[in-house]
């Protein structure tokens, strides 16, 4: 209410609400100020942040913690009330510092913020016994002031329901009992309030029932109109790596050259040109003019050297002559020979990352494979049959890939399909 009292000042009328007894909660609130402002407490024991820096003794002091404040830290409509240290001596008791702090904070909000504003709330002004006393100002309803009596009495209440979230509000009446048949004595009023909150537990537990029935509905409606829209049966025979894998599972990548079944092999690795250029850029070592200003201080010696001698290995690997790797270009171009690593038209295409390079050579892989089916029927899924796999670890490439309908598998996982591991 500190932070944002435009939107509940100017007050709205407390008539406008039937929830519990009838009365003013503005007069109510005056009435806590004036009883807390009664209220014999020790004032002296909170010690203000700013009071505490001329003092030496700090050392003495402890910060007064509520409970209520660690648990709502972060909460973006109090952010804008910063809470101002408050300290209290150690050999206070701290569970009475915490009380006397929220005595604080009330008094302040009544007494100083509400008559401040520039349409107050509260006001302090003296009574007939000379007495000054903080009195409610919000103006109340000519049809209905703070002492009369309700419009209805406790035998004729009358409960509305809404079920939340329909179209039409649905309004079921219930009276109690006449006064007939309530005994006139002192346990009249008791019987009518139990009554009127058996009747209230009711219509909140049918409103729970009717708002998870609801919620139970339109989960089966989504499932009934959810489907597959693809379809996809891989067959992995043309496995394209990108350079993450050559460093960190040339290991695995050998293995999964050398499988052969008869005299051919089982799987074709398929490197692409940006990646032997990735490659042939870690092998000669991070240079500095290479790296971005903010990450010159952070490259680590071993480190680099450590890439460089596996980027030189996986290099001597991609260049060999092994039936089993093939060096291919953006365009899905099958090159007999790795020397040469430049691709002229890369550019014009838009191609800027590396990643977008290596997911369109998987894309002309399966074009030239015709991996692509026809178009399905309506209403039933794509049928794709694939044989280009990308093997990656980086989560937006397989994100990219995925939704362009390739196949995409990190190492390790491979390898236990394949029955490797």
Not at 255 to 282: C, D, F, H, K, W
Request: net charge negative.
């Amino acid at each position: 209410m500190l932070c944002h009292s435009t939107v509940w000042n100017p007050p709205p009328s407390c008539t406008d609400y039937r929830v519990g007894p009838p009365g003013d909660a503005w007069t109510r609130l005056a009435t806590m100020v004036n009883l807390l402002e009664k209220l014999n407490y020790t004032r002296t024991t909170l010690i203000q942040g700013k009071d505490t820096e001329d003092r030496e003794e700090n050392k003495d002091l402890e910060l007064v913690k509520l409970p209520e404040d660690i648990t709502l830290a972060g909460f973006t409509p109090l952010m804008l009330n910063p809470q101002d240290p408050c300290y209290v001596e150690k050999t206070e008791d701290m569970e009475v510092a915490q009380v006397c702090l929220r005595i604080s904070k009330i008094l302040f909000f009544g007494q100083v913020f509400l008559c401040g504003l520039e349409t107050p709330v509260l006001k302090l002004q003296k009574s007939e016994t000379g007495v000054s006393e903080y009195v409610s100002v919000v103006e109340a309803s000519s049809t209905s002031s703070p002492s009369s009596p309700p419009t209805q009495s406790d035998s004729e209440l009358m409960v509305e329901s809404y079920s939340e979230g329909e179209e039409e509000s649905i309004s079921t009446l219930r009276r109690l009992p006449s006064c007939g048949n309530v005994p006139d004595d002192t346990t009249a009023p008791v019987a009518a309030v139990e009554i009127r909150s058996l009747i209230e537990r009711k219509e909140e537990l049918e409103r729970r029932q009717r708002k998870q029935d609801r919620h139970r509905q339109r989960v089966q409606a989504i499932l009934q109109k959810s489907s597959v829209s693809v379809e996809i049966e891989v067959r992995p025979r043309q496995l394209v790596p990108d350079t993450n894998c050559f460093i960190d599972y040339l290991p695995q990548l050998q293995t999964i050259a050398r499988a052969i079944s008869g005299a051919q092999p089982i799987y074709t690795l398929m490197v692409p040109l940006v990646v032997l250029n990735e490659l042939e850029g870690l092998a000669r070592g991070a240079d500095a003019r290479d790296c971005p200003p903010a990450s010159r201080a952070t490259l680590n010696p071993e480190h680099v050297a450590r890439v460089a001698e596996s980027a030189k290995t996986a290099l001597a690997f991609a260049r060999s002559r092994n039936p089993a790797i093939r060096c291919i270009t953006t365009r899905g171009t099958v090159l007999p020979s790795s020397t040469f690593t430049a691709e002229e038209d890369v550019d014009k295409d838009g191609l800027t990352r590396n990643d977008d390079r290596i997911l369109t050579t998987c894309l002309s892989l399966c074009r030239s494979n015709k991996d692509q089916a026809n178009a399905a029927e309506e209403g039933q899924p794509r049928r794709l049959r694939r044989e280009v796999v990308l093997l990656t670890e980086d989560r937006n490439l397989r994100v990219k890939a995925l939704a362009r309908d390739v196949p995409v598998r990190e190492v390790p996982d491979f390898m236990q399909w394949a029955l490797f591991g």
